[in-house]
């Protein structure tokens, strides 16, 4: 099993930023990918990106490229979503997951055994 526990939602402005953590306990050498999905009001939820657990190599949605940045921190088992130049359109519950996905997996929800509880995000003035 892994728990997975996200912080660091907020409101933020348009054009903003925010870094929201996922800290992961238990079994974490049962995952070899962690990845962002969220979920806004009336929605599915839906990728953000991902990460591989070793390489560090990096997925992200076309919506959110070149906006959104993950990394992780082996050491104390995290992985970090920084989100910069917020719109309104990003307003959601962000949750992070882990898994072993394979490539063709790894931005699909199927792709994720462990969910966290979700973080809010919304963006307004």
């Known amino acids: 099993q892994v728990q997975l526990v996200e912080s660091g939602g907020g409101l933020v402005q348009p054009g903003g930023s925010l870094r929201l953590s996922c800290a992961a306990s238990?079994?974490?050498?049962?995952?070899?990918?962690m990845g962002w999905f969220r979920q806004a009001p009336g929605a599915d939820r839906e990728f953000v990106g991902a990460?591989?657990?070793?390489?560090?190599?990096?997925y992200y949605a076309d919506s959110v490229r070149g906006r959104f940045f993950i990394s992780r921190d082996n050491s104390n088992s995290a992985v970090y979503l920084q989100i910069d130049v917020l719109k309104p359109e990003d307003t959601a519950v962000y949750y992070c997951a882990a898994g072993r996905p394979i490539t063709s997996t790894i931005m699909t929800m199927r792709g994720y055994t462990y969910w966290g509880q979700g973080t809010q995000v919304t963006v307004s003035s």
């Open positions: 990460i591989w657990w070793s390489r560090g190599s990096t």
């Open positions: 238990g079994s974490i050498s049962s995952i070899n990918a």
